[in-house]
Nanobody, 126 residues
Framework: QVQLVESGGGLVQAGGSLRLSCAAS????????MGWFRQAPGKEREFVAA????????IYTDSVKGRFTLSRDNAKNTMFLQMNSLKPEDTAAYYC???????????????????WGQGTQVTVYS
């Protein structure tokens, strides 16, 4: 199992930026894919971005392309989500997720991720 801890959330004005971090510990050597999801009040948890942990594919949901950038530091077992040009509709709890079974690369389905963090809140006001 992989333990995940998110940080970096907060309150920001529309147009501003935040950088989220996700620190992984435990059986990190078995991690194949890591990703970010978000959940707004009253809505289902939705995919944001994901990356093949060994390098290669990174995918984003259409609504964040050009604004969010996922990066990783494999040596520190940490993943980041740089969020620029934030909008009120980006307000949500953001969750880090890891998969030990996605040999095909990153996917958008949350059912394919076995390990989850507790989330960090991002609130964007206009």
């Amino acid at each position: 199992q992989v333990q995940l801890v998110e940080s970096g959330g907060g309150l920001v004005q529309a147009g501003g930026s935040l950088r989220l971090s996700c620190a992984a510990s435990g059986r990190t050597s078995s991690t194949l894919v890591m990703g970010w999801f978000r959940q707004a009040p009253g809505k289902e948890r939705e995919f944001v971005a994901a990356v093949t942990w060994s390098g290669g594919s990174t995918i984003y949901t259409d609504s964040v392309k050009g604004r969010f950038t996922l990066s990783r530091d494999n040596a520190k077992n940490t993943m980041f989500l740089q969020m620029n040009s934030l909008k009120p509709e980006d307000t949500a709890a953001y969750y880090c997720a890891a998969s030990r079974s996605l040999w095909v690369g990153p996917v958008k389905s949350r059912d394919q991720y076995e390990d989850w963090g507790q989330g960090t809140q991002v609130t964007v006001y206009s």
